[in-house]
């Protein structure tokens, strides 16, 4: 084998590889597993011919190596001043993602609250027997208490069936005048259908002054009704019965589809209840100790997840829980 003539062709090829691919193939051709230069190495048997072998096969590596680092400089120089970048393009979307339907509107409500000067306040989920139903006025054998009802982690301890705990423990930490809203998750032993979840939420409110009244309180529910379903809205109360409020009433909105006129979400009545409501009753200021007759306050409590229904027509409450995305993506 004529090993400079190898060689010389080999470097010619080097030399006349214009691009990464095209050397790639000349090494191949000229230093893989294959080529004549490989194979004759593995053949020798005498010193001589090895080095002589040896020393083209280092040369032509380096040739290579020089060769390659010339492309690359030389590719890196042409992006460098030919390629642009259009900035018009569009650029490639990328998905981002948004607060959950019932924390927007617990973010509102508590907005609308605060900018009426209240506090807002967290009550745990977790919650003692005694704030839950004693300290509200709610006696043993109440129909509420029943563990058909409610779930009991304990004998004493349960998932709070209400925010109204959180009445007790605000009163407890807290000297009047009071204005709090406390909102969060509720558990009920309910089977879930479209209209009942175990787990919901709720929004309770609590205003304690030296001289509150009911027209307060319908004021007060007025405004939260307009926040949440127009500016043409109107409440109206119904007597009904907590045991810690005196008097209790339910209240209702006026329809914001039919506007009274009746339709299929107001069940042809022109009103929506939107929750319960009442006098703060005087056992439950006894036993915060706030003296009934220095202060009088007023409280109420609706279900969020019922008002984010209603006003967003979901046909299934079930739905804020199944994190579909075509759901969810729709608020
Ligand atoms: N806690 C009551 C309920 O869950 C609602 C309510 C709150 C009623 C405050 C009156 C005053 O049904």
């Known amino acids: 084998m004529d090993v400079e003539a190898l060689e010389r ?33 593995r053949g020798v048997r005498d010193r001589e011919s090895g080095m002589t072998l040896n020393a083209a096969r280092e040369r032509l590596e380096a040739a290579f190596a020089a060769r390659e680092a010339d492309l690359d400089r030389a590719e890196l120089d042409r992006a460098l001043t030919e390629d642009t970048v259009d900035v018009t393009l569009p650029g490639e979307e990328f998905a981002r993602g948004h607060l959950h339907l019932l924390t927007q509107m617990r973010r509102e409500i508590e907005d609308t609250f605060l900018g009426l000067g209240y506090e807002v306040f967290d009550g745990p989920e977790v919650e003692e027997v005694s704030y839950n139903f004693d300290a509200l006025n709610t006696p043993e054998g109440h129909p509420s208490r029943s563990p058909v009802d409610t779930f009991y982690v304990s004998d004493d301890v349960v998932l709070r069936t209400h925010t109204s705990p959180g009445q007790i423990r605000y009163m407890e930490a807290h000297e009047p005048p009071v204005y709090m809203v406390s909102l969060g998750r509720c558990y ?17 409110g609590l205003a304690v002054d030296r001289t509150i009244t009911l027209a307060d309180l319908k004021g007060t529910l007025l405004y939260l009704a307009r926040v949440l379903f127009g500016e043409e809205r109107d409440v109206r109360v119904r007597t009904s019965f907590f045991p810690f409020t005196e008097p209790s009433a339910e209240f209702d909105v006026s329809c914001f589809l039919c506007s009274g006129r009746g339709c299929n ?21 006894a036993h915060v100790g706030y003296d009934s007759e220095r202060w009088s306050g007023f409280a109420f409590g609706l279900g969020i997840d019922r008002i984010a229904m209603l006003r967003h027509g979901v046909p299934d409450l079930r739905l804020h829980w199944e994190n579909d995305l075509r759901y969810l993506e729709q608020f």
Request: glycine letters at 8%.
């Open 188 to 204: 009920r032993r309910d089977t879930p259908d479209p209209t009942h979840t175990p787990t919901f939420h709720q929004v309770e």
């Open 9 to 41: 062709e080999a470097q010619g090829a080097v030399a006349a590889a214009s691009t990464r691919v095209a050397l790639d193939e000349a090494r191949v051709r000229y230093l893989g597993r294959k080529s004549q230069l490989k194979q004759a190495l």
């Open 265 to 285: 979400v107001c069940k042809w009545s022109g009103w929506i209840e939107m929750g319960g409501c009442g006098v703060v009753d005087p056992n439950v200021f």
